[in-house]
């Protein structure tokens, strides 16, 4: 059913696009815009939304196809839509530089309906000579038609996560499987992941591979071995699967080998081959002949001499040397609060009310709203009025949660011109100030860095926000120079953020690495645009620990009174 104002946004928003390249009337299209930026401009969620239909904004026939959705799930106009225009051109909407308009222009001047024939058009001159196209974006679309549909070699974790959820749900319903475990690349938390593997333990190899062959995304089975099934899936990505069978007692050690790195297990072997033994996936072959096995992971380490090496961290070997001096990690159970999080009072999907339900259902202790300032007006940012009313709002709704400290704060732009989206007047009012990039991701590292500088000299500003702006596979960062932003920091005591979200991850474990031997304070936050958003937060403990981070790095595993303390002064 229909949870959450998005998904109406989304649909409007949809219905807007399809009659674009329909070459609607603009009047009828700009009504389905103007009804999705009405309800996103209005504050409450869903939920608190009795009277969504007489919204200004709404009219007669946006309010039928909005209450139809509301009451079925279901849109017949834009299955419709859908029948009325060629199938082909949809997936072109999301080739860089071409939008709804564009595209439109394209299919009724020249008769694009699908990737080949915009190729062939492009080819032939027929774009470039259209009134609005140039040489240039003509390059720009063939780019991005290239980029469309071929098959990436590695995908960024984030993609790969709802694959997994998806399989592990599945083979959590195989009853001849005693337990599975993640391994390879997705196991240590690489930023792509070129494919999934995984450890599963049975007693009867045959039952569980036939069960294996029988999951329903297969499109191809490339070994239906004795113990190891390979398939590909085809789901929201094409990915394939690497599935070994193994036997109870060599679950651990299968385990450690397909977890790898592949530098890691080469690294552990000398350290076995130095003491006269032998690793192999089915256990670990002493000089007598005997072949020990482990019943964790923790034991397999303890038999070399070693510290458990958490899977985040098996990277080229050298990790077994440091761990004998380091291996107090932070984890997501030290997390006490998050300090980033948005509701609709800017682009967040869920009301202040729910925004903290949701964080006290964590476990919080103190918990930021911190929505987008007046500059985002994409994100309806808040200007200087709006913020000091959510503001007051915000300490109302606290008072009536005494288990949770809820502050105030601000997600503040810094401006191209490095400048503030806020004077200190005005900061000066909030708890806690984020100040964050998202515009002029093209500027000069030396603009870029005159705008961090700023942000983090201002006496208000205690966080730079997602530093790099980086979107993994999809977004180069933009030209920071992190280790001088590092010194920026610790001079100015500005936190950074490991921005939690699985797309973002800013900060890389070398970047992390970095800020703990500079003394800089991270902040572990998820950004959350929705409450299910809360939950990056197990990802971001796992991405601080690739950085060797202890919990003493990490600002919000601050008690509740010292995280008050820390709020009084920068
Ligand atoms: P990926 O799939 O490229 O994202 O990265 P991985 O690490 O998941 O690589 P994958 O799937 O080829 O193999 C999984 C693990 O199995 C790997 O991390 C270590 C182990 N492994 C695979 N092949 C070898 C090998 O030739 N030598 C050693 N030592 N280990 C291997
Ligand atoms: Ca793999
Ligand atoms: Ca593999
Ligand atoms: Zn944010």
Do not use: A
């Given at each position: 059913m229909v949870k959450s104002k998005k998904e109406i946004i989304h649909l409007l928003e949809e219905i807007a696009t399809y009659m674009e390249l329909k070459d609607e009337n603009p009047f009828k299209i700009s009504a389905f815009k103007k009804a999705a930026q009405s309800i996103e401009n209005d504050q409450r969620s869903l939920a608190e939304m009795d009277d969504i239909l007489s919204?200004?904004?709404?009219g007669k026939t946006t309010g039928q196809i909005i209450q139809h959705f509301l009451q079925t799930g279901k849109s017949p106009e834009l299955d419709q839509l859908k029948k009325e225009v060629p199938a082909g051109l949809i997936p072109l909407l999301d080739v860089q530089g071409l939008g709804g308009k564009k595209l439109a222009r394209l299919y009724h001047e020249l008769g694009v309906i699908d990737r080949e024939t915009l190729l062939r058009e492009a080819q032939n001159g027929h774009i470039e000579a259209l009134k609005g196209f140039g040489e240039k974006s003509v390059q720009k679309i063939m780019e991005g038609v290239k980029e469309l549909g071929t098959r990436p070699d590695r995908y960024p974790i984030d993609d790969v996560l709802p694959v997994a959820e998806e399989i592990e749900e599945y083979l959590a319903s195989i009853r001849e499987i005693k337990q599975f475990h993640r391994a390879g690349s997705l196991r240590r938390l690489r930023?792509?992941?070129?494919d999934l593997d995984y450890v599963i333990e049975a007693e009867h190899a045959d039952q569980v591979r036939a069960s294996l062959l029988q999951l329903?995304?297969?499109?191809?089975?490339t070994n239906a071995g004795d113990t190891k099934v390979s398939i590909e899936v085809n789901t929201s990505i094409q990915i394939a699967i690497d599935f070994r069978i193994v036997k109870p007692d060599k679950f651990i050690t299968a385990l450690h080998h397909f977890t790898g790195s592949k530098d890691h297990n080469i690294r552990m072997r000398q350290i076995a081959k130095d003491q006269g033994e032998k690793i192999s996936e089915y256990g670990v072959l002493e000089a007598n002949g005997h072949t020990l096995t482990f019943s964790s992971e923790e034991a397999f380490f303890k038999h070399f001499k070693l510290p458990f090496i958490p899977a985040e961290l098996r990277l080229d070997g050298t990790e077994i040397e440091k761990i004998k001096t380091k291996h107090d990690f932070v984890s997501v159970a030290d997390i006490r609060g998050d300090l980033h999080m948005h509701t609709t009072w800017s682009d967040g999907a869920y009301s202040i009310q729910e925004m903290i339900e949701a964080c006290i259902k964590k476990g919080y202790e103190y918990m930021v709203i911190t929505d987008h300032g007046k500059f985002l007006r994409v994100a309806n940012g808040l200007n200087e009025k709006r913020l000091l009313e959510q503001n007051q709002e915000i300490k109302k709704a606290a008072a009536n949660y005494p288990e949770i400290d809820v502050y105030a704060g601000v997600e503040m732009d810094i401006l191209t011109d490095a400048t503030l989206d806020f004077s200190d007047e005005v900061l000066q009012q909030l708890d806690f100030v984020i100040a964050s990039i998202h515009s002029g991701f093209s500027q000069t590292e030396q603009e870029i860095m005159k705008r961090l500088e700023t942000a983090c000299s201002n006496p208000y500003v205690r966080l730079i926000a997602h530093p790099t702006g980086r979107i993994i596979g999809k977004r180069e960062p933009y030209k920071v120079r992190v280790k001088e932003l590092i010194k920026m920091a610790k001079e100015t005591h500005t936190a950074l953020e490991l921005n939690a979200n699985p797309k973002r991850l800013d900060l890389n474990a070398e970047h992390l690495q970095m800020a703990q031997e500079s003394g800089v304070k991270l902040a572990i936050n998820t950004d959350a645009h929705d409450t299910t958003h809360l939950d990056f937060m197990d990802i971001g403990a796992r991405v601080a620990v690739k950085g060797w981070l202890s919990k003493s790095d990490i600002i919000n595993t601050m008690t509740r009174k010292d995280f008050k303390q820390f709020l009084k002064k920068k």
């Open positions: 919204l200004k904004g709404i930023e792509t992941v070129r329903p995304l297969i499109s191809e089975v």
